[in-house]
């Protein structure tokens, strides 16, 4: 499975995962505005990459 991710995918994958991870610090720090903000990038970045992996196929 881990073969089909292109470099692309990973970037993706990797930056959601990591504007979780930091909206969740901050969330706990008790910058909640600024934890949900952030949060709400993951959504966003995982979309972006369904549409771009959906261009890519197209082709």
Same mark, same amino acid.
């Given at each position: ?15 959601? #995962?990591?504007? #979780?991870?930091?909206? @969740? ?5 008790? @910058?909640? @505005? =600024? ?13 972006? =990459?369904?549409? #771009?992996k959906l261009i890519n196929?197209?082709?």
């Amino acid at each position: 499975m881990l073969k089909k991710f292109t470099l692309s995918d990973i970037i993706m994958l990797l930056s959601a #995962l990591l504007s #979780l991870v930091f909206s @969740e610090v901050l969330w706990f720090k008790g @910058e909640k @505005e =600024a934890g949900i903000f952030i949060g709400l990038w993951v959504p966003s970045i995982l979309g972006f =990459a369904i549409l #771009l992996k959906l261009i890519n196929k197209q082709k």
